[in-house]
């Protein structure tokens, strides 16, 4: 569930029910696994933020969509809204259909009426967003179960306004571990020359208003590198979880 760092070929399902190896093969979680996310579900902060995790949908597979909502549903960290801007093209209408399947007063959809590229379509999700805190998830990816928890909690315990974790990249099944991406403590010099960070960064709305706002499309490829920059030059305190809680699905159309 992302609380160690993972062995060779194997991933823990982000719904939390089963751990893969590398052969695709499903194990049931170990009891200590499911007291954890139970102690989660229970815990209870001096600050407790609403975090928005804002998701631009562009025609995402309906299978990799449903994945993604479901690994954010499934938080035991409750305190959550899932805004979706959806700018794909008329011929998949299977995205919306996906999301309105979806009966969860947590999701809030919202259908563009241009693909205005991907910095244009996270701003409208920016925009709409009424957390205090921000999480940025791709459409085709997952977040581990306890991801905002441990975002959370680097909040109320580090008083962090900027929090990042370690993330790992999988296949099109999310059964086949090809990378890992276990990161350094805040380094402003490696940041400058790579975009270390990239995967799961969460941030409070103050941080983004004093960094000048959302992404910006002159940087569109590379936007999420420019928003990082800017944040981490305004953030007060920046904080690295070292914990595997995001899965990056690694597929052609990625």
Same mark, same amino acid.
């Given at each position: 569930?992302?609380?160690?760092?993972?062995?060779?070929?194997?991933? /823990?399902?982000?719904?939390?029910?089963?751990?893969?190896?590398? !052969? &695709?093969?499903?194990?049931?979680? &170990?009891?200590?696994?499911?007291?954890?996310?139970?102690?989660?579900?229970?815990? $209870?902060?001096?600050?407790?933020?609403?975090?928005?995790?804002?998701?631009?949908?562009y025609n995402t597979p309906p299978k990799f969509l449903r994945?993604?909502?479901?690994?954010? =549903?499934?938080?035991?960290? /409750?305190?959550?809204?899932?805004?979706?801007?959806?700018?794909?093209?008329?011929?998949?209408?299977?995205? +919306?259909?996906?999301?309105?399947? *979806?009966?969860?007063?947590?999701? $809030?959809?919202?259908?563009?009426?241009?693909?205005? &590229? @991907?910095?244009?379509?996270?701003?409208?999700? =920016? /925009?709409?967003?009424?957390? +205090?805190? @921000?999480?940025?998830?791709?459409?085709?990816?997952?977040?581990?179960?306890?991801?905002?928890?441990?975002?959370?909690?680097?909040?109320?315990?580090q008083g962090a306004d900027f929090v990042y974790s370690d993330?790992?990249?999988?296949?099109?099944?999310?059964?086949?571990? &090809?990378?890992?991406?276990?990161?350094?403590?805040?380094?402003?010099?490696?940041? $400058?020359?790579?975009?270390?960070?990239?995967?799961? /960064?969460?941030?409070?709305?103050?941080?983004?208003?004093?960094?000048?706002?959302?992404? $910006?499309?002159?940087? !569109?490829?590379?936007?999420?590198?420019?928003?990082?920059?800017?944040?981490?030059?305004?953030?007060?305190?920046?904080?690295? *979880?070292?914990?595997?809680?995001?899965?990056?699905?690694?597929?052609?159309?990625?």
């Open positions: 569930d992302g609380e160690r760092r993972l062995g060779a070929g194997r991933a /823990a399902d982000p719904a939390g029910r089963r751990i893969y190896g590398g !052969d &695709g093969v499903a194990l049931r979680p &170990g009891a200590a696994a499911l007291r954890r996310g139970a102690v989660r579900r229970a815990a $209870r902060f001096a600050r407790m933020p609403l975090v928005s995790v804002v998701v631009p949908l994945e993604m909502m479901r690994s954010v =549903l499934g938080q035991t960290y /409750a305190g959550l809204e899932l805004v979706l801007t959806d700018a794909s093209d008329a011929a998949h209408g299977e995205v +919306e259909k996906a999301v309105r399947a *979806v009966r969860d007063a947590r999701v $809030r959809y919202i259908r563009l009426a241009k693909n205005g &590229g @991907i910095a244009e379509n996270t701003n409208a999700a =920016l /925009a709409a967003a009424q957390g +205090e805190y @921000i999480a940025l998830l791709d459409h085709d990816d997952v977040l581990t179960p306890n991801a905002l928890y441990e975002a959370v909690k680097a909040v109320n315990e993330e790992i990249v999988l296949d099109s099944t999310l059964k086949k571990l &090809g990378e890992y991406h276990f990161k350094p403590d805040f380094s402003p010099d490696t940041l $400058r020359g790579c975009n270390y960070i990239t995967h799961l /960064a969460v941030f409070s709305r103050a941080l983004l208003a004093a960094a000048g706002g959302g992404e $910006r499309a002159e940087f !569109d490829g590379a936007q999420d590198f420019d928003l990082i920059l800017r944040l981490t030059e305004r953030a007060q305190k920046v904080a690295h *979880v070292p914990k595997v809680l995001y899965w990056w699905r690694g597929h052609g159309g990625s």
